[in-house]
């Protein structure tokens, strides 16, 4: 108990350091300083060399380079859960190192200020902040509104699968479900994306694998299939594993292909 104590004093430390820097690289470190500082003793650090190389992970990750900047997240219908991975994926980038912004284009979830029944965002300098999470509505273009060279942006698009900012973007995720009264509304905007980007990849959330691999064989294309997640707040192995995917490549193939890379070791395929 005794080593835990001063890792809550050092996350106390850190916490009053990164006041002082700048938004773009202290948020890198709020899950440590969560961590260290948690009410419940029992889910702090340790040890003071298991908050160090937490740390030290952050340092490898900070400046590495990545081919993805631009990051569109659409629902083939309302309730499909885009807004949910769009979140995720936010949250994850952040917890692994990189700068990730959600934007909130579909007014989705800044605009209510909430989750749950709780107003939980905190707001700085235009951002809102919950624990990894770090975002800013879609501003108009007649706002300036800088956003760091480093961040890679997740744009909420909701179900605008005729959005115009899709063709600036470097990945196109398109989330659906197995409902099957929405398998037409599935087909149909997949057609209409697949016209507008090369980058497109599906993620099936919130259903089977078994509807997955239904999904997949109407599409004739493959797709991630997203397990069941509570919190879109909250790491998990899966969201982890993804991102990782998603920014490993540093040279030449398309970004198309990184993405295949990964579906191709770890997903469902259409056969």
């Not at 470190?29 to 190389?53: C, G, P």
């Not at 760091?148 to 942006?153: E, G, S």
């Not at 149909?188 to 997949?216: E, G």
Request: neutral net charge; contains cysteine; proline residues 2%.
């Amino acid at each position: 108990m005794l080593y835990r104590g001063y890792n809550y004093s050092l996350g106390q430390l850190l916490q009053y350091i990164l006041t002082f820097t700048p938004d773009s690289f202290s948020h890198k470190f709020q899950h440590i300083i969560q961590k260290a500082t948690t009410s419940d003793a029992s889910l702090r650090y340790v040890t003071v060399a298991e908050l160090y190389q937490e740390i030290q992970e952050i340092q490898k990750l900070t400046g590495q380079p990545h081919l993805i900047h631009k990051i569109a997240v659409l629902g083939s219908h309302r309730g499909c859960g885009s807004t949910h991975v769009a979140v995720s994926l936010t949250c994850e980038l952040n917890i692994l190192g990189y700068h990730g912004i959600y934007i909130d284009s579909a007014k989705s979830v800044l605009c209510h200020g909430n989750h749950d029944g709780l107003q939980i965002f905190k707001q700085k300098n235009g951002y809102y902040y919950y624990k990894s999470f770090q975002g800013i509505p879609d501003y108009s273009d007649g706002i300036q509104f800088n956003i760091p060279k480093d961040a890679i942006q997740i744009y909420d698009l909701g179900t605008d699968v005729c959005n115009e900012k899709i063709y600036d973007m470097d990945l196109v995720l398109y989330v659906c479900n197995g409902s099957f009264w929405h398998l037409n509304d599935i087909y149909r905007n997949h057609s209409i994306l697949k016209k507008m980007t090369a980058s497109l990849s599906v993620i099936c959330n919130m259903c089977s694998r078994q509807d997955a691999s239904a999904i997949a064989t109407l599409l004739n294309c493959s797709v991630y299939h997203f397990p069941y997640d509570s919190d879109m707040f909250k790491s998990s192995v899966q969201k982890e594993t993804l991102i990782q995917k998603l920014l490993e490549l540093k040279g030449g193939a398309s970004l198309s292909d990184t993405l295949k890379g990964y579906l191709r070791k770890s997903i469902l395929h259409h056969s």
